[in-house]
């Protein structure tokens, strides 16, 4: 381990505990820098100080983990999953618009999303 961090690992997350309070900071600064906030989750009943769980490929990317492993995959905050079909996401003008693209002139009339989504699917 870095010097002045202490990190277990199990089922393919670090468990990351800055005993040195002064790479607390930087170490949590390179994880959303690098990863967002969202990977990072806070432990604050499990010891005297907080400590930190993360992916476990993360924390080896920043440097917090520097015994060699098996290789693993780093998370990456709100990972798109868009296919550029029209789906709930979408506002309801986009939906409107891509109903009216479609032929579906009464798009506009209907009372939700949901029932726009519905006539583009059936169409």
Known sequence: M??????TVEDGFATIDFIDP?????GIKKLVDNYGPAVIETLTRTGPRRM????????REVGLIDSPA????????NPSYDDGLPDADWSRGALND?????G????????????????????
Do not use: C, Q, S
């Not at 870095?2 to 990190?7: D, F, Q």
């Not at 930190?52 to 924390?59: D, I, L, Q």
């Open 52 to 59: 930190y769980r993360v992916p476990e490929g993360n924390a």
């Open 22 to 26: 002064t790479k607390r900071g930087p």
């Open 104 to 123: 579906i002139a009464d798009a506009a009339k209907l009372p939700n999303k949901a029932a726009v989504l519905a006539a583009i699917r059936a169409k």
């Open 70 to 77: 098996d290789p693993v995959v780093v998370v990456v905050e």
């Open 2 to 7: 870095p010097e002045g961090i202490e990190t």
């Open 98 to 102: 891509y109903a009216a693209t479609l």
